[in-house]
């Protein structure tokens, strides 16, 4: 189920602390409660992409993205997404989940989230999200405008700039039978 009790609580809390620059790292302390945990006992990796949403959703409101959304009636969708694994979080310890904002391009805004154990980074996620205008992708230049900000984005750095490129080249729609045994060229799509 998703957390909108935590959801709500982070809500409430990020409303009364001071806006954030477009740009800057927002933290977001987060516990591994119980109902974050797995079979095995850590944090189920479905639920890191679930917390990873409250980090967006506080890092909106720090930033005043928020505001303009309501203002605007724009909406956000997550296009595409790549995340690391590397540490086990386990129940009850605490974690900083870090989220910001990378840069854009003409149709998507790259974001960066991780979390962190002290210093071990625990997990790491870069997702290509947008914001939505009528059911379509809203011009990044008038979101980025509305937040304020002149200009346009800073250079996406060389390893975003090389997913995105190569997440362009993989086939849309997939292929139809993903059945076990394809042979020959329809075995090159599944990787």
Known sequence: MYPYLRLSAIMVSERR???????????????????????FLEMNN???LTLY???????SMRMGLWQVLKRERWGLVVAGSSVRYRARITGL?????????????TRFFYIEQAMWRGETCCNHALLRTGVTERGRLAPTDRVAAALG????????????AAWAEADATRPWPPMQDTAPGLAGNDARHLG
């Open 46 to 48: 479905g639920r890191v």
């Open 53 to 59: 949403d409250l980090g967006r959703f506080a890092l």
């Open 149 to 160: 900000h002149d200009g346009t984005s800073p250079a996406l750095p060389g390893w975003v």
């Open 17 to 39: 602390k001071p806006r954030i620059g477009v740009f800057d790292t927002h933290v977001l302390p987060l516990r591994c409660l119980p109902s974050d945990l797995d079979g």
């Open 93 to 105: 310890q605490r974690v900083e989940l870090r989220t910001r904002l990378l840069g854009w391009d």
